[in-house]
């Protein structure tokens, strides 16, 4: 069976606003993306979208989508669990034979309130009535972190959100790129307690696109592709049964232990040169350390405070800046995964990793509501 | 590649395919009957699947994302639940995400489930038409308008005529009385011609209700199809067309984007000689004029003689091609569940276990379409064989 590459990428750098139609601004970066490796629409089998109606504010709006990324006349798809949903089907139409180039494309314009789509995202009978919304549901989420586990605290969650800031302070493609420290991430005020406002993203807008690519295609086309090494993906129940084990991440470990199979690691932390991690909250980081098998269950406060996890340490962790920085509600899966591979091919234009050839890529669409999310897991390899 | 099976296909309960309003069921006690009856039809239990595919239209589901909601899809045991929504098209891009899963070795078994879309909708039009262009199309097109376009299309081009639409109508609602799923049937070509106007040509009962109702279908290896009871039915082939969003860059020539598809699915399939080779098929029509457009892209005959395929009773349950022997999307579900539907009538009709809607001698090659996205934008076409 073939493998598969990402063999181009292009992304409009993450901002507030796009004064685009949706059309338009993934046009432009489907386009992008095919000139990187000087092909036509033409050339590519199928295209595949990822994205949500509730984001884009129509019904079917990869309707709108697929043809201004390629699609016309072709076989197109689009999921909406979110970018790595959408490069693991593409995976899988590669290696079952039924394409050898795809592109994979999303894009975020529409102005919209993440609360409210997320209000309506609730269980109908019992939890919409609430008004709840995913900010609650991280406060319930991060208090039951704290509670069942007594080698974290607060000024951890603030010392996560200043390290990714300070990060994006050295990427050009991140959004927010303004330094916090850490004493003002825990002096921002209270949104949904323990959670403070510099402590959650904000939603950005941008787009994304990369052209995947069966072995042959990608070494006909390219020098530098960058392999899927491994992907795994994974859901949580909806109803709130044990809150402790919720802090576990279920889904992300179901998610790493399929990928890291697949890729055939054993042993992240030396196997692996760094990982963007989607961590909308910044507590969601450190529950996915050892839930990405970084460290062991409760080791994760000391993996953040001995810098281990710095743009600049051992182990980077969203070295990119994450989601705090960045937040594209459609194309954050995307983003990371173009992150990843500009890190690995060592493109200025964002972070630097000297000498890392091997990456890790998670995203979730628990922006949401943490009840019933999906995570999905990326493992990349640098031709390096 | 390897084979992809269809194992196992379930359905809520006959009725639960009612009107919305007569159906006080849950989603969730929905999603778990379709789900438990095709897990038991495959003889799996629900540790064996290794992922699941949703559909449906959020917009008319009263609750976004309701999926992550029901539990019933295996998100106990943290297996991936991937959410395919492409439209009326939902069913066949969640069934062809699961046969390529298979295919690539992914997972061995793949639940794909088809929620009842429209069930809580209050006024489902207002959704519906936002599927439409928002700036240039939406202030004056509505999904009735969608199916109208291309009947009144056909009618200025081949002379096709109201009593040509009835009677392809009455023809489904007639194969709909031995279907226990099924909403409504009985219906005859008179009753079909009295029935109201919707958008010119289109009447209200040559249209498609609302209503309630789910399927599950299970997509596996070789090793669950041989473990259970049940024909092995494998997917030969499968395929998706994408036209163009705006439907003023658009011509109305019938379904000529069907046309081009069949021509890559029969080749992935090897089938060559469409009307002689296929035995029964399940076409995605919720405005019944369409079956003729797809008899026709789908070289059952010439451009323009599906009226007369029609009425030579080729398409009946004992005809050369059987269409629709579930009585299709006009007589029962239209919403997502009714494309997911689809591949699982033509299952169950090639395993031998349709029932009393049993097409006559044994079918070994059928076909499932879909329809869907602003103006038809989409359809996909799987080929089964026994």
Known sequence: MTSTAIISHALTPPQDNIALRNDENIFRVSRRALNGVGLERDDIDAVVNCGMDAYDGITISSGLKVCPAGGYDKSSTRLQNGGLYAIHQAKAMIESGKADLILVSSEDSTQFDDKAVSAISQEPYMSQPLGWNHLHYFGVLANSYLESNAEVSESDFALTAAKNYEAATRNETAHRRTEHSAEEVLNSEYVCAPLRSLEVCQPSKGATALVLASEEKAREL?????????????????????????????????????AYAEAGIESPRDELDFA???????????????????CDDGEEGDLLRDGVTRHDGDFPVNASGGTLATNLLNSD?????????MMLQGDEDTASVPGAERALVTDSDQLLGDGGHSQGVLVLRGAA | MRDAYVSGVGNSAPETFDDRR??????????????????????????????AIFTTADGAEGTNRIERTLE?????????????????TGGGSAFKAAAELVQSERYDDVLVYGSPTFDSAIEAQQFLNTAAPP??????????????????????????????FARVAAKNYRHAENNPWAHRSGFTTDDVLESPMVVSPLRVLGTCPVTSGSTAVIVSSEETVENNDNDPVTVDGIDASTNTFLTGYRTYEQFHKLDGLADRVFEQAGIKDPYAEIDVAELFNPYIPFEYMQYEALDFCEPGEGPELLRSGATELDG??????????ISTNSGTQASVARHGEIALQL???????QVDGSPEVGVAHTWGGNDGQFHTLAVLSR
Not at chain 1, 276 to 294: T, W
Not at chain 2, 72 to 88: E, F
Not at chain 2, 320 to 329: F, L, T
């Open chain 1, 222 to 258: 390219t020098d530098d592709p960058v392999w899927i090494e491994g992907v795994g993906a994974g859901s949580t129940p909806y109803w709130y049964r044990e809150p402790d084990e919720r802090a576990r991440l279920p889904a992300l470990r179901k998610a790493r232990e399929d």
């Open chain 1, 276 to 294: 963007e991690v989607h961590d909308p909250v910044s507590p969601v980081e450190l529950m996915s350390y050892p839930a990405l098998g970084f």
């Open chain 1, 333 to 341: 899966g995307l983003y990371k995964t173009i992150q990843s591979v």
């Open chain 2, 22 to 51: 007569e159906v006080n069921i849950s989603k969730y006690e929905l999603a778990f009957s379709a789900v438990k009856n095709a897990l038991d039809h495959a003889e799996l239990h629900q540790d064996a699947l290794d992922a």
């Open chain 2, 72 to 88: 019933a899809l295996g998100q106990s045991l943290n297996i991936p639940v991937l959410t395919v929504w492409t439209g009326g």
């Open chain 2, 135 to 164: 700036l240039f199309e939406k202030p004056f097109i509505g999904a009735a308008h969608m199916g109208a376009f291309y009947a009144t299309a056909y009618m200025e081009e081949y002379g096709a005529t109201d009593e040509d």
């Open chain 2, 320 to 329: 050369e091609v059987a269409v629709n022997p579930s009585g299709g999307v």
């Open chain 2, 351 to 357: 395993m031998g276990q349709a029932g009393d809607r």
